[in-house]
């Protein structure tokens, strides 16, 4: 049987990278994203949408998935908290954490009829560390790592796998301004034990690793995908 996949942050990027991938390997992939729809060859469904907003749109578009990947979300310009604005901070947990656990609240009652399901949520090396973003964005990836970490002990005898991922520094739409003049790339590249950036398939063959079934022994495992950022 075909598998559902959902990837929010669809548009491009790491989303982007993930469906793509699902879709080479036969998947019937759903996307969502405030952007415009993507150009990706397969079975392909696109919902523009703001997660931010109602999301009734959305459950009433796909009532149930296999497979859930939150992997939308935002930077903050690693602003401290005396230098960012309340409703941005609001805006960054809207995103990072509060959609994917209103996407998981909704999809999870589904799994759990079927006594199956995997959810591969995207945390990051700031889920870890300081610095790998300002205070709300690593505010909210070390939230997102907790409420990945819970939901996997609370649903492993039911059938529901739960994983996250932890990306370093990925080439991507979000992270464009550090390649601009004054930016951070070399930076980056300098302390980064591989020396290099990543790429966005990079973080997909793990998601796809995670969603085939073949780490049915693993659960609750948030892995790092950083080039030895945080061997440091």
């Known amino acids: 049987m075909t598998k559902k996949v959902l990837v929010t942050g669809v548009s491009s990027g790491i989303g982007r ?11 019937e992939v759903y996307g ?3 952007e ?8 392909f469904h696109f919902l523009q949408l703001d ?14 998935v296999d497979i859930l990947c939150n992997t939308a979300g935002k930077l903050d310009d690693y602003k401290a ?10 805006d960054i947990l809207a995103i990072n954490l509060f ?16 006594k199956a399901g995997i959810i591969i949520n995207m945390c990051s090396i700031a889920s870890f560390l300081a610095g790998g973003g300002g205070v709300a964005y690593t505010t909210s990836k070390h939230a997102l790592a907790g409420f990945t970490k819970q939901l996997a002990l609370d649903y492993a005898d039911k059938g529901i796998q739960v994983f996250g991922l932890a990306p370093g520094a990925v080439k991507t739409a979000m992270t464009a301004s550090d390649f601009e003049e004054g930016g951070m790339a070399d930076w980056v590249v300098a302390e980064t034990p591989i020396k290099r950036w990543l790429e966005p398939d990079e973080i997909a063959e793990v998601t796809l690793f995670l969603a085939s079934g073949k780490a049915s022994s693993m659960q609750g495992e948030i892995l790092k995908i950083d080039g030895g950022w945080s061997l440091k």
């Not at 931010?52 to 149930?64: T, V």
């Open 17 to 27: 990278a993930q469906a793509q991938l699902f879709l080479e390997k036969g998947y």
């Open 36 to 43: 415009e729809q993507p150009s990706l060859i397969g079975d």
């Open 51 to 64: 997660l931010r907003s109602s999301l009734e749109a959305l459950f009433n578009w796909l009532p149930e």
């Open 32 to 34: 969502v994203d405030k």
């Open 81 to 90: 908290l005396l230098d960012i604005r309340e409703e941005v901070m609001e």
């Open 99 to 114: 959609a994917p656990m209103r996407l998981t609240r909704f999809y999870l009652n589904k799994m759990l009829e079927k």
